[in-house]
């Protein structure tokens, strides 16, 4: 489908559209217009992903800028869903007759892309990471091609003999295409991958390139301003940020890190006996200042600068770490004084510079040398050629510590807790370095890149991001959905058959009359709904006690007889496997009931699309543990710094993983299913107000109150109508638009605006300030009053 927005071609891959995809590319195009940034929402289910990529794409082409799309996503599922769909439309935009020449790659971590035969065999990242440095240092290559018998990776020395732009042609590559073009040409598709970045119309990754800065230094710092940067299924963006810059050290940590020290020491030792000039150049080169030292970053460097500031790369390292000797001195001080920081027996909570005082108290260390701390490191690992440095890990995190505190003096709070978790008997302390505010990682995001669009199907209240991410949103909007038959009924039950109210608040949670009606409802639901149900929990701690009680009442065998039970547990593997079973059940006819926990990996990243959901229920609200001392901190600082209220941000939180849950049950305007919302507090005006608009426009004033056997009822009634063969023809021109249908509503907005008396002028009035402040400047034009105005 070829139509046009604002004289913009849009080539669509599919040769029917929503118009909602018109809708949000028609928002897209206005963003970009006016080099701004844009939060955008739009329903589960309605093919977000291709209008993005239609329009950003058509805009990249028919404009000379050729800006690049950088479009960030979550999980490795989604980065190859996005890349397959950038793949359709390139290759319909070519049957369409374009002669462009389009680079598409995706980006993942070395263990996903590795080919060599025994570093690809590792199952952890971080030792596929060090394993991979083993191989392809500057040093280690640098003595093999001196004769020494050293390993290298053929692959990576295959890469660095020839042009990797020559050796791809221009086209969409998959994470498996990047790997097949590397078994055939014998290159490594990781750094193919990096290579070609810069070379790249479209790069789809993972956020941590985006914004953790430690990796953001090393693979994102080359990208052109006028980019256009994409955050999809972006409702947990503020905690990406915060997770990015938060840190948690323990006494293994500290007992690690003693050792790395001591290897250090001794390496250094070695280096002297030796005689080598290596730790002299380091010391003259530091002296100079750090910007030098910094040009051998790409392949060498792992452990990266985890502060944002560039400033300390124009500055000189502080004379009492230059020598590699000294420096080291200094990080066993610092260590033994974090060592003794974790005898704890209360909980305490401070700030950096409380921290930095009792620091310079005890141990005379000062503020400056510990902002190089990090950079210092990576710098004397690279001097010395450590290899093996997945076991410098634990000092590297120390190190970032001391960057990080003596960097940053707001935003941030140092938690020391006697004991790991709140269910712990066994005292083992931990020291927390967290991070407050989410705009700290994202704001050069913000202040590089011309346009940045967050986007998901979960992002009510709206005006919530610009404020916690501290920016200025040009374009703002929530898309309705629209559908010929309304295909997903949501309903608040709010207390059971015996009228008695239901809720997970902590005063009646475990209340066995409530616990009970949870589980009738479970049971009933499982009787008349066919194939899968999912139902959601606030937490894994909550679903075990409620679990535990439905046993004892036998309500557990009561719901086997019409469907089997799985459980998601915090274990990955085990999850994967009670996934795998309950789809086979859903596919056999045997129907099967899933019990999963909001902020979990099924709320997620996973689609239980047509009969592997055809309902689900949300069990209370899933509000954060509020005794969290971190959390009091975060909301402490929202109120100070942004004026935003703790109920008001805790019921945003509950609420967007609410729906991101319940959102799980539709994935498309064929699919149908049930939204069950099971808690009286959901039927109150200001809970209901802050799911999306998606979602609240079916919810009715009749399904707002609802016992269990009157949901039942409803549910039953529901079901029958969605058993009714769906016409397509019945569709198109409401829920579907056909290439007439686009034209046809292009030519009666046109219409409307001329018989308004709108000129062309006119017409970029209203689209620029909206119909009331476009009216009132036209009549002010008219009658000359805007001239005459001597201010």
């Not at 994102?220 to 980019?227: G, H, P, Q, W």
């Not at 690992?381 to 590297?396: I, K, Q």
């Not at 109150?705 to 009822?713: E, K, P, R, W």
Request: contains cysteine.
């Amino acid at each position: 489908m070829l139509f046009e927005i604002d004289g913009l071609p849009v080539y669509f891959p599919y040769d029917k559209i929503y118009p909602e995809q018109y809708a949000y590319m028609t928002s897209l195009k206005q963003t970009l217009d006016a080099q701004g940034h844009g939060v955008l929402e739009m329903p589960s289910g309605t093919g977000k992903t291709v209008s993005l990529l239609s329009l950003i794409v058509s805009y990249q082409q028919f404009y000379p800028e050729k800006r690049k799309l950088i479009y960030c996503s979550r999980t490795v599922p989604e980065i190859e869903k996005a890349l397959a769909e950038l793949k359709r439309l390139v290759e319909y935009r070519r049957s369409c007759g374009l002669q462009e020449s389009i680079l598409g790659f995706g980006l993942t971590s070395r263990r996903n892309l590795c080919l060599h035969p025994s570093v690809s065999k590792e199952k952890k990242g971080k030792v596929v990471d060090a394993r991979c440095r083993n191989l392809t240092a500057s040093w280690i290559r640098e003595a093999a091609q001196s004769g020494q018998d050293v390993e290298t990776c053929n692959f990576y020395e295959t890469l660095e003999n020839n042009d990797v732009r020559e050796m791809v042609e221009d086209a969409v590559y998959t994470l498996d295409d990047i790997k097949e073009i590397g078994k055939a040409k014998n290159i490594c598709p990781y750094y193919m991958a990096r290579r070609l970045l810069a070379h790249s119309n479209v790069i789809i990754y993972s956020y941590h390139y985006m914004l953790d800065p430690k990796i953001a230094d090393l693979i994102s710092k080359e990208l052109s301003k006028d980019a256009i940067v994409v955050f999809d299924e972006a409702h947990n963006i503020d905690n990406v940020c915060i997770e990015s810059l938060s840190l948690d050290i323990m006494r293994p940590t500290l007992e690690a890190s003693s050792r790395s020290i001591g290897q250090l020491s001794e390496r250094i030792e070695h280096m002297k006996q030796q005689g080598s000039e290596k730790l002299k150049n380091e010391y003259e080169k530091l002296v100079q200042g750090l910007q030098d030292t910094l040009q051998a970053r790409d392949e060498d460097l792992i452990m990266a600068n985890p502060a944002l500031p560039d400033d300390l790369l124009h500055e000189a390292v502080p004379g009492n770490i230059r020598k590699a000797e000294h420096f080291v001195a200094f990080l066993k001080r610092f260590n033994e004084y974090l060592k003794t920081r974790l005898r704890v027996l209360n909980v305490t909570a401070e700030t950096p510079q409380s921290f930095l005082r009792h620091l310079k108290e005890i141990t005379f260390i000062e503020q400056k040398p510990l902002r190089f701390c990090a950079e210092r490191l990576s710098i004397l690992v690279r001097t010395l050629e450590l290899n093996n440095l997945d076991e410098f890990a634990a000092l590297s995190k120390v190190a970032a510590l001391a960057t990080l505190v003596s960097t940053y003096d707001k935003g941030f709070m140092l938690v020391l807790e006697p004991y790991e978790n709140d269910n712990a008997t066994v005292p083992n302390p931990i020291l927390r370095f967290a991070c407050l505010d989410a705009s700290i990682a994202i704001k050069p995001v913000f202040e590089r890149f011309s346009s940045v669009i967050i986007t998901s199907g979960t992002l009510s209240p709206l005006d919530m991001y610009p404020k916690i991410l501290d920016f200025k949103a040009t374009v703002q909007e929530s898309y309705p959905m629209t559908l010929t038959r309304n295909c997903f009924l949501p309903m608040v039950i709010t207390r059971g058959s015996d009228q008695v109210a239901i809720s997970s608040k902590f005063e009646v949670r475990n209340d066995p009359a409530v616990v009970r009606n949870f589980g009738n409802i479970l049971i009933e639901f499982g009787k008349v709904v066919p194939d899968g149900i999912v139902a959601f929990f606030p937490s894994y701690l909550y679903m075990e006690s409620i679990i535990a009680m439905w046993h004892e009442m036998g309500m557990l065998t009561e719901a086997w007889k019409s469907k089997l039970i799985f459980i998601e547990t915090p274990d990955a593997a085990e999850t994967s496997i009670a996934l795998d079973n309950y789809r086979r059940a859903c596919e056999n006819g045997r129907g099967a009931i899933l019990l999963a926990v909001a902020r979990g990996k099924v709320s997620e990243g996973i689609d239980f699309d047509h009969h592997y959901g055809r309902a689900v229920v949300m069990f209370g609200i899933p509000f954060q543990y509020t005794e969290s001392r971190i959390l009091k901190a975060r909301l402490e600082f929202l109120r100070d710094e942004h004026r935003i209220r703790e109920n008001d941000f805790l019921t945003f939180d509950a609420l967007r993983h609410a729906a991101q849950c319940l959102g799980r049950v539709l994935r498309g305007k064929t699919d149908y299913g049930i939204m069950v919302f099971a808690d009286r507090r959901y039927a109150q005006q200001d809970k209901r107000s802050k799911l999306p608009r998606w979602i609240n426009q079916y919810i009715t004033d009749t399904s707002v109150n609802l016992s269990t056997d009157m949901g039942i009822a409803i549910a039953k009634k529901f079901l029958r109508s969605m058993a009714q063969p769906l016409e397509t023809q019945a569709q198109l021109g409401v829920s579907l638009w056909t290439l007439e249908d686009v034209l046809a509503k292009q030519r009666a907005q046109k219409e409307r605006l001329e018989k308004a008396g709108v000129n062309t002028v006119h017409q970029q009035l209203y689209q620029q300030y909206g119909a009331a402040e476009a009216q009132r400047l036209i009549q002010e034009r008219a009658s000359g009053a805007v001239y005459m105005d001597v201010n």
